[in-house]
T-cell receptor, first 112, second 116 residues
Framework: KAGVTQTPRYLIKTRGQQVTLSCSPISGHRSVSWYQQTPGQGLQFLFEYFSETQRNKGNFPGRFSGRQFSNSRSEMNVSTLELGDSALYLC???????????FGQGTRLTVV | QKEVEQDPGPLSVPEGAIVSLNCTYSNSAFQYFMWYRQYSRKGPELLMYTYSSGNKEDGRFTAQVDKSSKYISLFIRDSQPSDSATYLCAMSSHNAGGTSYGKLTFGQGTILTVHP
């Protein structure tokens, strides 16, 4: 069974630009969560979607947003990029609750 | 104080050793506990998932949860060089309002090296 797929794997953007990252969950999984991973802060929760609804949100500014489609695929968007947004962005899928989550390989975003 | 504390190591052991990795937590609402392994430049891989106190075994891995002490452990028996990675503990709660959905709280990760 296919795992969680994230695209693209690598991105380089300039400060002030915006970026959209994509995540395809494991087939049958309806919960999709997003995390930011940095060396200093570790893995931090961004938000979680289930049945196209955001059920939970972490402590990130409004520049970070997301959505989920009817086929459970999800996207996250970061507007007005800052240097500090450089990180590995990870998507995780689970059946229902967000527990027992399976992660994708991540998108490494570099902001210059 | 962080909700989840994990010794970052690094931890270096010889091949065949038993490895013990640990996390402590302060939030008594945490009910679900996971261990992930992350290789360099890869996403975390789920190793163990449990939601009760006690032990759970899967091959060379044993997860142990002690809710009364707010302490979880992962034991790796007969460690191999391929086990060299960062190990992350993660936890979640599930309250009636559902506001904890999808949110895993992670430790900082322990870097493990198993040398031949």
């Amino acid at each position: 069974k296919a795992g969680v797929t994230q695209t693209p794997r690598y991105l380089i953007k300039t400060r002030g630009q915006q970026v959209t990252l994509s995540c395809s969950p494991i087939s049958g999984h309806r919960s999709v969560s997003w995390y930011q991973q940095t060396p200093g802060q570790g893995l931090q929760f961004l938000f979680e979607y289930f049945s196209e609804t955001q059920r939970n949100k972490g402590n990130f500014p409004g520049r970070f947003s997301g959505r989920q489609f009817s086929n459970s695929r999800s996207e996250m968007n970061v507007s007005t990029l800052e240097l500090g947004d450089s990180a590995l962005y990870l998507c995780a899928s689970s059946l229902m609750t967000g527990n027992e989550a399976f992660f994708g390989q991540g998108t490494r975003l570099t902001v210059v | 104080q962080k909700e989840v504390e994990q010794d970052p190591g690094p931890l270096s052991v010889p091949e065949g050793a038993i490895v013990s990795l640990n996390c402590t937590y302060s939030n008594s609402a945490f009910q679900y506990f996971m261990w992930y392994r992350q290789y360099s430049r890869k996403g975390p891989e789920l190793l163990m998932y449990t939601y009760s106190s006690g032990n759970k075994e899967d091959g060379r891995f044993t997860a142990q949860v002690d809710k009364s002490s707010k302490y979880i452990s992962l034991f790796i028996r007969d460690s191999q060089p391929s086990d060299s990675a960062t190990y992350l503990c993660a936890m979640s709660s599930h309250n009636a309002g559902g506001t904890s959905y999808g949110k895993l709280t992670f430790g900082q990760g322990t870097i493990l090296t198993v040398h031949p």
